[in-house]
């Protein structure tokens, strides 16, 4: 089931738990805009290339919208759509004033030179500059992008309308970037878990977790997938809680150690050799087997897709954490749910890196910045929250969850829209 029609089928779920009008219901699954731009770049060898560049802007009845632009071959306007709904209700859940939108250009970043990705990315700024903005949609990094590419929007932006550093999140500090934000996602995935295992008696010490993360190499710049290299920093957290990473796999391979992989000396080696494979500290196993080794909690933070019905009786974990987009299959959501295994959905447990980027754009409008500690407060103050909130759904409504999460974003969505009057 593809991107777009599972997340389709959550939210049409969470619409009919919450009784909402099917006008409404309609009206809140269309996209608010779409666009669709040809990028045609010199390359380093002065041939033309051209790629095809996506923005979709989903939804903005409570604020600017927001979400990243990723450089990956398979950007596809479904995948692409599908995300820009996610963020609507992820910003809801988070209940930070933001809408959704997501935007992608579809290219190997691996493929093409800095010079030829910085040429890339200042023609589809061009392309979309009067679409974007400080008060109308707020990009960031995603996969295959970093806090280069949003200097280079921000420069290409600020040519047209001024200095204009609120006008995307994930820079460097040295440009307006927040302190806390490289680590914001894989920080929210610890504080989310730490929610999650505290409902259940349990705390992260002495659990066992299985990390699956994805790896791109960006012209020889190493960064894990999802903006805030999520899956690495929710390991180095979660160990220094005291939780065990017992398997850890990535796009060049994957380890294994039953009594806990050192995270500290796992980054150092894969800094050095571009990936997990070779690490002394672990055993290799086949990549595929990742997410059905024996553990207590499993965190994907790779692509979506990735628990499906061909290995959902399989796994093992008791909890699994979605430090990735849509990495659940719903048919392999029903399938978990049957053995007991309790899912922390994607629009909750990933959305630090969305709250810490709402800080800093309320940095860059104050021009006003926080100190690191204030940021990690405020985001655990967030989370908490969130979680408390997604829980009270889960009571109204006697539902799971995802469902639970669902209800909560959809439903404030659906009052600020109709607070606005939708139907004039």
Known sequence: ????????????????????????????????????????????????????????????????????????????????????????????????????????????????????????????????????????????????????????????????????????????IDLGGSLGRDAATGRGVLFATEALLNEHGKNIAGQRFVIQVQVYTVSGYISFQGFGNVGSWAARLIGEKGGKIVAVSDISGAIKNSKGIDVPSLLKHVKEHRGVKGFSGGDSIDSNSILIEDCDVLIPAALGGVINRENANDIKAKFIIEAANHPTDPEADEILSKKGVVILPDIYANSGGVTVSYFEWVQNIQGFMWDEEKVNNELKTYMTRGFKDVKEMCRTHNCDLRMGAFTLGVNRVARATVLRGWEA
């Not at 939804?59 to 919208?65: E, K, T």
């Open 1 to 172: 089931m593809n991107a777009l029609v599972a997340t389709n089928r959550n939210f049409k779920l969470a619409a009919r738990l919450l009784g909402l009008d099917s006008k409404l219901e309609k009206s809140l699954l269309i996209p608010f805009r779409e666009i669709k731009v040809e990028c045609t770049i010199p390359k380093d060898d002065g041939t033309l290339a051209s790629f095809v560049g996506f923005r979709i802007q989903h939804d903005n009845a409570r604020g600017p919208m927001k979400g990243g632009i990723r450089y990956h071959p398979e950007v596809d306007p479904d995948e692409v759509n599908a995300l820009a709904q996610l963020m609507t209700w992820k910003t809801a859940v988070a209940n930070i004033p933001y809408g959704g939108a997501k935007g992608g250009i579809g290219c190997n970043p691996g493929d093409l030179s800095i010079s030829e990705l910085e040429r890339l990315t200042r023609v589809f700024t061009q392309k979309i500059h009067d679409l974007i903005g400080i008060h109308a949609d707020v990009p960031a990094p995603d996969m295959g992008t970093g806090p280069q590419t949003m200097a280079w929007i921000l420069d290409e932006y600020s040519k047209f309308h001024g200095h204009s550093p609120a006008v995307v999140t994930g820079k460097p």
